[in-house]
């Protein structure tokens, strides 16, 4: 008798278990998901106008794939995206998995600095449950809005149980990205994101999720960079290079006392003589100066037309600036070792 109530009871559990539907929380932060025009015309918004609340009543059926609850984190046009916001951001996610009161998250959020936020918790969040980004390129209240669609598409892939230890990703236009690779290539299409070097990770269509690849470039549970009690982090600014370009942010950044700097040089990371000699002497000085590129894909190799060995620089392989500028700044909370911080570009 004892064994069948056992019996009875666990099965009991599993079909229970089993019913619930997946949890979801989004953390919205703003954007032109939450835009407002004044009219359906919509060359003129204000991003970061509506609540979560009235976004998800926008999105019919969407109640039917997971339980959602919604929290405003932000509400910003995502060019006004922070230091402080990604922190609280961070917080927020870790204590949420830590605490086992989701199964997934979707993060909405303008697409203007979509890419670094992605990149920067694909780095940060300590846990291999899902974590997806969202944002439209129409405003809420233009005619064919994709937010909607986003948002119902990105709830469906946080949900879904194949998406989980695959890092941060955005999914758009039924394209799911890799948030280390993703990178915003289109100023006005809603078709906005490309992932430069390597492709989509997968496709969303019909409420169906495929997968084709695995990023393997991603920090999740083992996650070097503990930010938890981190309230700024080191400062580190992007130099552009251009024909005849002048050194002067270089030698700006090193006056107001950064601790990094992002070259986004031309080609292969490469720049003229007087950013050589602005970053010969910042390296002197103590800063960490790392060559990216901002030619949009491809790698920045070491000890190739510049001589890193010699000069004291290392490369962001195949990260752009604003991505490497992440890295370093998560880098430079654990160590200044340069040969340290290198290996960190070659594993994340
Ligand atoms: N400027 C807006 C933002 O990034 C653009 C967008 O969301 O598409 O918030």
């Not at 400062?235 to 090193?254: L, S």
């Not at 070259?263 to 100066?289: C, E, H, Q, R, S």
């Not at 491809?298 to 600036?321: A, C």
Request: glycine share 10%; aromatic share 8%; proline share 4%.
């Amino acid at each position: 008798m004892k064994p069948l109530c056992t019996l009875i009871v666990v099965l009991f559990v599993c079909i229970t278990s089993f019913a619930q539907p997946p949890r979801i929380i989004i953390l919205a932060t703003g954007g032109t998901i939450a835009g407002e025009g004044a009219s359906a015309d919509r060359a003129a918004y204000t991003a970061g106008k509506v609540p979560i609340e009235s976004l998800l009543k926008a999105v019919p059926g969407i109640e039917k794939i997971a339980a959602i609850t919604g929290e405003q984190i932000a509400n910003v046009g995502s060019q006004d995206m922070s230091i402080d916001i990604w922190l609280k951001l961070n917080k927020r996610i870790n204590e949420i998995f830590a605490n086992n009161e989701a199964d997934g998250i979707v993060i909405t959020h303008g697409t203007d600095t979509q890419e670094e936020t992605a990149y920067f918790l694909n780095l940060s969040v300590r846990s291999g449950k899902p974590v997806v980004l969202t944002g439209s390129m129409r405003p809420s209240t233009a005619i064919s809005a994709d937010g909607p669609k986003n948002l119902y598409d990105a709830v469906t892939v946080a949900a879904n149980t194949r998406s989980g230890g695959r890092g941060v990703m955005v999914v758009f236009n039924e394209s799911i990205f890799d948030g280390r690779d993703v990178s915003k290539g289109s100023t006005t299409k809603v078709d906005a994101f490309r992932s430069p070097n390597l492709g989509p990770i997968g496709q969303v269509y019909d409420g169906k999720v495929i997968y084709y690849m695995n990023p393997i470039r991603k920090a999740d549970k083992e996650t070097p960079f503990d930010i938890s009690t981190q309230k700024v982090l080191p400062k580190v600014g992007i130099a552009y290079m251009y024909a005849d370009a002048e050194a002067g942010a270089i030698n700006n950044f090193v006056k107001e006392g950064y601790k990094g700097i992002i070259i986004a040089g031309v080609g292969n990371g490469n720049f003229n003589k007087a950013f050589y000699d602005a970053i010969a002497a910042a390296v002197k000085k103590g800063l960490v100066v790392v060559r990216s590129s901002h030619v949009g894909s491809g790698r920045v190799t070491q000890f190739d037309e510049v001589d890193d060995k010699n000069l004291g620089t290392i490369v962001s392989d195949d990260l752009n600036p604003q991505k490497a500028r992440i890295l370093l700044m998560l880098g430079l909370t654990q160590t200044s070792n340069k040969d340290i911080l290198q290996s960190y570009f070659f594993k994340y």
